[in-house]
């Protein structure tokens, strides 16, 4: 174990020297203490495997978007509903989430707005699974999907509000797609991350753990 945090003080003092965030400061001094720790309990390799696996269906391609599995909170689900198009007799809107996880903001919204068309897209199995048995269970199963698969290949033309909260890499090439695709007028809103050079026309600050932020562009 001295050798082992020894390892952790090397690693964790070139994390710094190379200007790495301090996050990655603690888990370089923690790694290999941890390792020798698990090895000694003599856990089941097995575990090890099921924990990977659980691991690849949340992050599935992370690597490759640079968008980590976020979820958004209760209270921006409900900021959502005051952006979303007035209530018009025998007139329906389609929302759809651009990486929709487990389909939180989909069921709420579809549960408060029955003239709403709700739409997720989502990559990453076992989110997708837990959504699609969500929306399964529910009683708006009806005019509420979601769909596995890349954000990119999801037409906007004929969507009223998209939603997405993705992760600062993909904001600049999701702006292009949402100015080619979506219709004058409708909304796009981004929880979190602005879209860089492009100010939005209307924030909302949400009272939440994460201090979120609403960003919403008119097209």
Not at 36 to 60: G, N, Q, R, T
Not at 132 to 160: K, N, P
């Amino acid at each position: 174990m001295v050798w082992a945090a020894l390892c952790g003080v090397l690693a964790a003092g070139f994390s710094y020297f190379v200007g790495l965030a301090r996050w990655w400061l603690v888990i370089q001094l923690l790694f290999v203490p941890t390792l020798l720790l698990a090895l000694s309990l003599k856990i089941s390799p097995y575990w090890y495997l099921l924990l990977f696996l659980i691991f690849l269906a949340v992050y599935w391609n992370t690597f490759r978007t640079q968008v980590p599995f976020y979820l958004s909170s209760r209270k921006v689900w409900q900021a959502l509903e005051t952006l979303l198009p007035p209530a018009v007799p025998n007139q329906t809107f389609k929302f759809v989430d651009l990486g929709s996880g487990t389909g939180g903001v989909l069921t709420h919204l579809a549960a408060v707005r029955a003239d709403g068309r709700f739409q997720g897209i989502e990559a990453a199995p076992l989110p997708f699974a837990l959504s699609w048995l969500r929306i399964f269970m529910s009683t708006y199963r009806d005019r509420c999907e979601v769909h596995w698969g890349s954000l990119w290949h999801c037409d906007l033309a004929q969507c009223d509000v998209v939603f997405a909260y993705l992760s600062p890499v993909p904001m600049q090439q999701l702006w292009e797609k949402a100015q080619r695709e979506m219709r004058p007028g409708s909304l796009f809103i981004s929880n979190t991350f602005a879209v860089p050079d492009h100010p939005p026309q209307r924030t909302l600050t949400v009272d939440d753990r994460h201090q979120s932020t609403l960003y919403v562009w008119q097209m």
